[in-house]
């Protein structure tokens, strides 16, 4: 969106139109806009209403209902928190005793929205004219947040009376390609870490896919998964890290219930300090821990969730012979296991009449769909298969869903 469109928007006519809205509906949207041209509206307006009812619909996913007060952008709302994650966000900010919180790269306003509704004070800056204006028009509601066009490492952090800091470094280029380089971020990842000099309560939000050995050595590094899918790798400082130097995870299932798992480093290195865990056989019950427990290497806490095993030591399945709640991981009952090969596993599930699979793997070159094509499925029945290493050997393992 330019200055222009939203200047549309936000005229008494552009903002009655876009509250006026239908629910949005893609199969409709041409009837509409072609209905709503033809009353006398201006294309370019009704086009940027249409627009952000369209962000708004796919918003939900992330805000809710806030989303429908909201204005956005493609990008903003690619790279805004979701609103279950702000809230954890601005929840240790508050547990630290944090007042007064600056965002630094705030965007469209989703985390200074969080900050802001748990009742902290905010200063959120962006150097974007037009998206400086769409965050001050999201947080319209909170009159203890300030939204300023701004280079956030500009600000005089003392004179504002901030004790919090946090930042979403942006990720990305201007046409979208995608920045691996920390020093390419907008801001520079270090120049944002060496605040934690002036304000010991810095948090960052960083892709997941960042090395452990690109952390820093004093920094809680949480990885975030959001109904099993891992959205984010926050790095928290000082008051905001209460158990210091760590790394763990924060699994929120589709219900809204959080679980986290957390183990210190060992000192000296920026390695977790986990129970001892061995590899073994097989046993009733396989467990596949979630994608944020996995990047932030804590599988060895599963598995003594669980009184548990690997299937190997390269591989992060764990099995166990009992059954055990595993909020951090999604359990299988085992039915059955074989070795790999192509014409026995096509066998097997002809013979119980097998149509539809779902395929797991991990540990393994097998491309899912080739397989499912070369095992000309046949039958009413349905079964899932895990295709991975069993101490050291490829193996199939047939197991259903707990």
């Known amino acids: 969106m330019d200055a222009d469109g939203l200047a549309q928007l936000l005229s008494p006519e552009g903002w009655a139109l876009l509250q006026a809205l239908p629910p949005y509906d893609e199969d409709r949207a041409m009837a509409l806009s072609t209905r709503l041209r033809a009353d006398g ?112 490492l500009s600000l005089d952090l003392a004179a504002e009376g901030v004790d919090g800091v946090y930042a979403d470094p942006a990720r990305r280029t201007g046409s979208g390609s995608r920045l691996f380089d920390p020093a390419a971020y ?65 699994v929120l299932d589709e219900a809204g219930a959080a679980h986290e798992l957390r183990a210190p480093l060992v000192p000296g290195t920026a390695e977790p300090e986990l129970p001892p865990v061995d590899a073994g056989p097989v046993g009733g019950y396989l467990y596949e821990p979630d994608g944020a427990v996995i990047r932030a290497g804590l599988v060895a806490l599963v598995a003594q969730e669980v009184q548990g095993r690997l299937v190997d030591r390269t591989i992060a399945y764990v099995t166990s012979d009992v059954r055990h709640a595993a909020p951090t991981a999604t359990a299988y009952r085992v039915l059955d296991r074989m070795p790999f090969g192509l014409k026995a596993l096509r066998s097997y599930l002809r013979t119980r009449g097998v149509g539809r699979l779902t395929i797991k793997k991990r540990g393994t070159a097998v491309v899912p769909e080739q397989l499912r094509r070369q095992l000309d499925l046949r039958g009413d029945a349905e079964a899932t298969v895990v295709l991975t290493r069993v101490a050291g050997a490829q193996t199939v393992l047939v197991v259903e869903p707990l």
């Open 186 to 250: 907008l801001p520079p990842l270090d120049a944002v870490l060496a605040l934690r000099g002036r304000v010991p309560a810095l948090g960052l939000k960083l892709g997941p896919g960042v090395p452990h050995t690109a952390l820093p050595a004093d920094a809680e590094a949480q990885w975030v998964s959001v109904g099993g899918d891992v959205v984010e790798l926050g790095l928290w400082f000082g008051p905001l890290a209460p158990v210091g130097p760590a790394r763990s995870a924060l």
């Open 41 to 152: 509206l201006d294309p370019a307006l009704v086009a940027a209403a249409l627009t952000q009812s369209r962000l708004r619909a796919r918003a939900r996913a992330k805000f809710g209902e806030f989303a429908e007060g909201m204005l956005l952008t493609p990008a903003g709302l690619e790279q805004a928190t979701r609103l279950v994650v702000a809230a954890r966000h601005a929840r240790r900010y508050r547990d630290a005793g944090c007042t007064h919180v600056a965002d630094l790269t705030c965007g469209i306003g989703a985390d200074s929205l969080a900050l802001a509704g748990s009742g902290l004070r905010v200063l959120a800056t962006d150097v974007d004219e037009t998206t400086a204006a769409l965050a001050t028009v999201n947080l319209r509601h909170f009159p203890e947040a300030r939204v300023r066009q701004a280079d956030g």
